[in-house]
């Protein structure tokens, strides 16, 4: 079994940047394909980036390419999250996904491949 643990929400400006961790203990976290979501209150949960294991580029979805960076130390079993220029739009709970395989699908923003998920963390973009 892996858990999965999201950490570095907080209330910041918009314009301004935080730095959201993902670290993950029980398992080889190196061997799992990492997927960042977000769900905003009444919205629909949505893909924000996806990292391969080994052999991929990152993805990210159209809202946040270009602002936000995925990353991994894999000898720290730790998945970051960089998001720049922070709009009130990116206001959320973030969530850390394991997918099931060391490649991100093709269809990386669908829910279902993830098996291990995070208990979320609450981004908050002010005006």
């Known amino acids: 079994q892996v858990q999965v643990v999201e950490s570095g929400g907080g209330l910041v400006q918009a314009g301004g940047s935080l730095r959201l961790s993902c670290a993950a203990s029980g398992s080889e976290f190196s061997i799992y394909a990492i997927g960042w979501f977000r769900q905003a209150p009444g919205k629909e949960r949505e893909g924000v980036s996806c990292?391969?294991?080994?052999?991929?580029?990152?993805i990210y979805g159209d809202s946040v390419k270009g602002r936000f960076t995925i990353s991994r130390d894999n000898a720290k079993n730790t998945v970051y999250l960089q998001m720049l220029r922070l709009k009130p739009e990116d206001t959320a709970v973030y969530y850390c996904?394991?997918?099931?395989?060391?490649?991100?699908?093709?269809?990386?923003?669908?829910?279902?491949?993830?098996?291990?998920w995070g208990q979320g963390t609450q981004v908050t973009v002010s005006s």
């Open positions: 996904a394991a997918d099931t395989s060391p490649r991100c699908s093709g269809t990386w923003y669908i829910r279902g491949w993830y098996e291990y």
């Open positions: 990292f391969s294991s080994s052999g991929g580029n990152a």
